[in-house]
DNA sequence: CTGAAAGCGCTTACAG
DNA sequence: CTGAAAGCGCTTACAG
């Protein structure tokens, strides 16, 4: 490999003026930039990313923490972060968390801490007080997308109001038998900002608000198959809603397998409603509450960036601000399974 | 943060015993070692990994070319990677090809020579010739994932297999209108391991066995919307198939998505099989060849840390061997989308 | 604008 | 088994 020292002996420049002039920091003359420029094209010069790294204290790398990276919105949000961090020159390092524990204690206690990134895109994930405590005690900015945490500063969308949304938009319709598939977190997480207790939320006021004080509500785990159990349940019991408002468009999925099971009609049986914006929703005709997770990715990867280059805008995004407005977009678009019910 | 010459000195030892004690590389007293260790815990130390790479040339990090991050196969792959590293300590960095001449070009010429990573998996992307001479001048071992090109050592399915099980399935069910919705690679480029040329080839041949020599193909962009097009022309075209093989599942979904819109019963009126082991597949209750993509990724990963210990057993893993064994395995899952055609 | 020198925080022959 | 010293390949005050 050829190194810094190359260049600046064939410039016939000093190393010091050898990095000047390829980096852009300091003064230096056109001719004499140009020239090592030259040099360095000519040898195939590629600065080494760990010695200029442990001289500047700049790794232009930013982590991601990501669970289940096969799951289309992760993998979407990343995709997003991606691209905008390579438009920049940065590269990206992938922190993958699982829920074995000694992976995540090795993760928050050594991985993190290794100093290779200037900073850290957190995305949601339920987070223990002690890797709280190790994500806030690291030197660098610290991000979180979606993290149930006020102490961790945050981007955000608005799930009360999705979960508001998306119940108003049955509710239009004439559906009165509406129940909700989502997820109940561990006994003894803070639920404040945790994104299916606040879908549940928006969903319980439109109710009430409607004069329905009864909001059925099922768990689930997220996954087509589990939702799709829930919902054979639902339909199959005592009182089947005419609607189902499923917390992510991947429950939606499983909803609309019970009811093909069931030989029920959608929407004339069932309407069904998601959330996310699936990559295949269009495809299932599914009326979902997009919330443009592609974007999402963009916008951490920004703001991180700001945060490093110090010109960040929202003062929340280096540090935690508790009542931070949820910025994120969402928006609700209406396809094929969702109608009126039968009765109305 | 606290150095190695802070635990050293809580210890008692100089620098380079420290040093020893944590790496576990070189003699050293067990006393020693247990000294050490603790001071390193108390002071809650953790070596930089910048400065460890550039003392040592050891980056304990792989990098990871992918496209499409988004695409269900190639997160699965990834997730399946990142396992495998994590659990030997490794980080993962991720590389982002996309079409962009511009950005393909900083990260072939620059971001994989910056010395980050200590060795390198590339997903199943087309490479251009000066692509393959940069990954191949790289002084690092490079470890192909179905790509296309002899010139990388890579692990590979026999996907000229997968295109006839595949199609034998259909025959076997006494199908002989049977079409291929594959993918034509653009024009010059390698075609002897190109993946869904293969597939065509494994088609053809099949076909040609059971005396048919005539195999429809159509060309589609492996996504369920140009799918879904393309499907919807064969059906109303003049020699509608009885059957139809998709050469990923996500096309077979959209050949689905057709059949729906005009009014085709699936699989009375026509047959369907994909190719991946989609997530969804299940759901969608479709006949597919499983590629079990996570363990794909957990066998390049383990590759690539065995070529970095020096312990690979395959040395096409190491240097590219033309004629090297398509080895990752492959498997018939049969599921409702396929049945015999309603003549026989 | 340019250079000599120190330093980033580790690892590793080389002696002992 | 342990230590002193050099070195990994850059960057950046500090002088000039």
Redesign the pocket.
């Known amino acids: 490999?050829?190194?810094?020292?190359d260049v600046?002996r064939t410039a016939?420049?000093?190393?010091?003026?050898?990095?000047?002039?390829?980096?852009g920091?300091?003064?230096?003359?056109?001719?004499?930039?140009e020239r090592v420029r030259r040099a360095a094209d000519e040898l195939g010069?590629?600065?080494?990313a760990?010695?200029?790294s442990?001289?500047?204290?700049?790794a232009e790398n930013v982590g991601v923490v990501v669970p289940l990276m096969d799951r289309w919105f992760f993998a979407t949000v990343l995709d997003g972060i991606s691209a905008t961090l390579a438009a920049r020159g940065y590269d990206l390092t992938l922190y993958n968390v699982t829920d074995d524990p000694a992976q995540r204690a090795h993760l928050f206690e050594t991985s993190l801490r290794r100093?290779r990134v200037d900073g850290l895109i957190v995305l949601s994930i339920l987070l223990a007080d002690a890797e709280v405590a190790h994500l806030r005690a690291l030197p660098i900015p610290v991000l979180g997308l979606g993290v149930p945490r006020a102490e961790i500063a945050a981007l955000r969308v608005d799930d009360t109001a999705v979960g508001r949304v998306a119940t108003e938009h049955l509710l239009a319709l004439g559906h009165r038998e509406i129940a909700l598939i989502g997820n109940t977190p561990p006994a003894g997480a803070d639920t404040v900002l945790d994104i299916p207790t606040r879908r549940r939320r928006g969903f319980e006021q439109a109710m009430a608000d409607a004069g329905l004080p009864s909001a059925p509500f099922a768990d689930a785990d997220f996954t087509v198959a589990g939702a799709q159990r829930v919902a054979h349940d639902l339909l199959t019991g005592p009182h089947p809603p005419t609607a189902i408002f499923a917390a992510s468009d991947e429950m939606a999925y499983g909803v609309l397998a019970a009811a093909r099971e069931l030989g029920l009609a959608v929407p004339t049986d069932l309407s069904v409603i998601g959330v996310d914006g699936h990559d295949l929703a269009e495809l299932f005709d599914l009326t979902t509450i997009d919330q443009f997770p592609h974007t999402q990715g963009q916008r951490a990867g920004e703001a991180i960036l700001a945060a490093l280059d110090g010109t960040s805008q929202d003062a929340h995004v280096l540090a935690p601000v508790p009542d931070a407005p949820a910025s994120l977009p969402f928006e609700l678009v209406v396809r094929g399974t969702t109608a009126p019910p039968r009765s109305s």
Chains 1, 2 share one sequence.
């Open positions: 490999m050829t190194s810094l020292d600046a016939g420049v000093s190393t010091a003026t050898a990095s000047r002039a390829l980096s920091r300091g003064r230096i003359s056109a001719a004499t930039r010069y590629v600065a080494s760990t010695a200029s442990l001289a500047s204290g700049r100093g």
